[in-house]
C-alpha cells in the first residue's frame, strides 16, 4: 500500500516539476529577450560567444559533413545505380544535405559540443557563486553572461548548418565524380534542377534557426537552472544533451510536417 | 586572446558561413535560373496529366520558360486543370501547344510548349485551348496488343 502511495507521490512531484520547469524556462526566455539589447549594444560580448561556440565548432562540423556527404555518395550511389540513374546522385545528396541531415545533424554536433559547454561555463559560475556576486555589484547576470551566450548560439547555427550542407555537398561530389565517374555535368546540373531555393535551402535555414534558438535555450536555462554542486552541475550538462537531442528531433518533425507536406 | 585576433576569427567563420549558404543558393539550388521573380499564369486543361506535379519545368524548344504553379482537378468538365506560371520575359502566341513530355524513358514529366503562329499573345490569365496529354506506357501497351491481334487474321 505504502510502494503504491511511493509511487504515486513521486509520478505527481515529477509531473508538477516537469510544469513548473515548463512555466521557468518560457519566463526565463522572455527575460533573456528582455535583457538582450545589452549583448546588441556591447557588441564584443556577443562576439565572444561566437568565437567560443561557432569558430571552435567549426572543425567538428566541417570534417562530420564531409563524412555525411562521403557516405551519402557511396550509400546513394549504390542504390541508383541499380535503376540506371546514377546521375541523380547529385540530387539525392543535395536534397538530403539541405532539407534534413544538414540542420538537424549540425543542430545535434552542436548541442553535444557548443551547448554542453555553455550549460558547464553557467552551471560553474553559479556554483562558485559569480551569478551572486555580479547580482550583488548590481550587474545583471541574464544581461551579461546569458543574453550574450544564448545569441551566440543562434547567430552562429544557421551558419554551420549551412557550412555542414556544403561540405556534404562537396563530399558527396568528390565521391561521385572523381572517385566513381559520374559525368559532373549532369551531377550539378540535375542538382540545380531539383533543388528549389525557397522550397529547399530557405526551409532548411529556417529548421536551423528554430534548433539554435531551442538549443541555445537549453544550454543556457539548463546552467542557469543547475543545483550548485559539481553533481549538479554534471547533471545539467547530461539534461542539456539529452533535452536537446529530444527537443531537435520532435521539432524536425513538427517543421517537415508544416514544410514538405506534399 | 586579445580582442583583435577574436574578432578575425568570428568574421572568418561569419564570411565562411555567408559563402556556404551563397553556394547552396547558386550552386546547388537553382535560384539564378530557376525562380522567376516576374511571371504570368496561363491555363491549360488536359485529358491525363500522368505523373506531373506541381513545380515542374515549362519547357520551349528544351529551356525551361516557367514552372508549373498548381494542378487541379476540375468536376464540369472531368479534366485536369494546370496552372503554369510563365517567366514574363516569354511571351507565347495565343495558339500554342501544351504537350505532357518525359525526360528520358523514366525522367520525370514537364509540360512542353510549342509556339503557333498566331498575331495574338497570351496574356495572364488566358488558357492554352491545343493539349496534348501524357503518354499513358500501359495505354500504349495494351493499344499495341489489340492492333497486334487484327492484324494476326489477315496474315494468315
Given at each position: 500500500m505504502r510502494m503504491i502511495a511511493n509511487v504515486l507521490r513521486s509520478l505527481g512531484h515529477r509531473a508538477v516539476d516537469g510544469v513548473w520547469r515548463l512555466g521557468f524556462i518560457a519566463r526565463f526566455l522572455a527575460m533573456v529577450l528582455l535583457y538582450s539589447g545589452q549583448s546588441f549594444r556591447r557588441v564584443h560580448l556577443t562576439i565572444r560567444e561566437i568565437y567560443f561556440s561557432g569558430v571552435l565548432s567549426l572543425l567538428i562540423i566541417l570534417v562530420s559533413g564531409l563524412f555525411v556527404g562521403l557516405v551519402l555518395g557511396l550509400q546513394g550511389y549504390e542504390t541508383l545505380q541499380r535503376y540506371g540513374s546514377s546521375e541523380a546522385l547529385g540530387v539525392l545528396v543535395a536534397l538530403s544535405l539541405t532539407r534534413e541531415l544538414g540542420p538537424v545533424v549540425a543542430a545535434l554536433l552542436f548541442a553535444s559540443r557548443a551547448g554542453s559547454a555553455v550549460t558547464a561555463e553557467i552551471g560553474l559560475m553559479k556554483t562558485t557563486e559569480q551569478l551572486t556576486a555580479m547580482d550583488m555589484m548590481a550587474v545583471n547576470p541574464i544581461a551579461r553572461v546569458v543574453a550574450p551566450r544564448f545569441w551566440g548560439g543562434v547567430i552562429s547555427m544557421p551558419l554551420l548548418a549551412a557550412l555542414f550542407s556544403a561540405m556534404g555537398v562537396f563530399g558527396g561530389w568528390l565521391i561521385g565524380v572523381?572517385?566513381?565517374?559520374?559525368?559532373d555535368g549532369a551531377f550539378w546540373s540535375q542538382m540545380q534542377a531539383a533543388v528549389d531555393f525557397r522550397y529547399d535551402i530557405l526551409n532548411g535555414v529556417i529548421k536551423s534557426v528554430v534548433f539554435g534558438v531551442a538549443v541555445s535555450l537549453i544550454a543556457v536555462f539548463e546552467g542557469f537552472d543547475c543545483v550548485p554542486t559539481a553533481e549538479g552541475v554534471s547533471r545539467a550538462i547530461t539534461r542539456t544533451v539529452v533535452s536537446s537531442a529530444l527537443a531537435i528531433l520532435a521539432l524536425d518533425f513538427v517543421l517537415t510536417s508544416f514544410m514538405f507536406r506534399g | 586572446m586579445n580582442r583583435t585576433t577574436l574578432d578575425l576569427w568570428v568574421g572568418f567563420f561569419v564570411a565562411i558561413g555567408i559563402a556556404a549558404l551563397l553556394f547552396l543558393a547558386l550552386k546547388v539550388g537553382n535560384l539564378s535560373a530557376g525562380s522567376f521573380a516576374n511571371n504570368y499564369a496561363v491555363e491549360a486543361s488536359f485529358d491525363n496529366i500522368g505523373g506531373l506535379k506541381p513545380r515542374a519545368p515549362v519547357k520551349s524548344a528544351g529551356v525551361v520558360v516557367g514552372r508549373v504553379a498548381s494542378i487541379d482537378f476540375d468536376p464540369q468538365s472531368y479534366r485536369a486543370k494546370v496552372e503554369l506560371a510563365i517567366d514574363s520575359r516569354y511571351a507565347f502566341p495565343s495558339d500554342t501547344i501544351a504537350t505532357i513530355l518525359t525526360s528520358g524513358l523514366l525522367g520525370e514529366q514537364y509540360v512542353g510548349l510549342e509556339a503557333g503562329g498566331d498575331e495574338k499573345m497570351l496574356k495572364a490569365?488566358?488558357?492554352?485551348?491545343i493539349t496534348q496529354s501524357a503518354v499513358v506506357l500501359e495505354k500504349l501497351i495494351s493499344q499495341f496488343l489489340f492492333d497486334k491481334a487484327a492484324e494476326a487474321p489477315a496474315a494468315k
Open positions: 572523381p572517385f566513381i565517374g559520374v559525368d | 490569365g488566358d488558357t492554352i485551348r
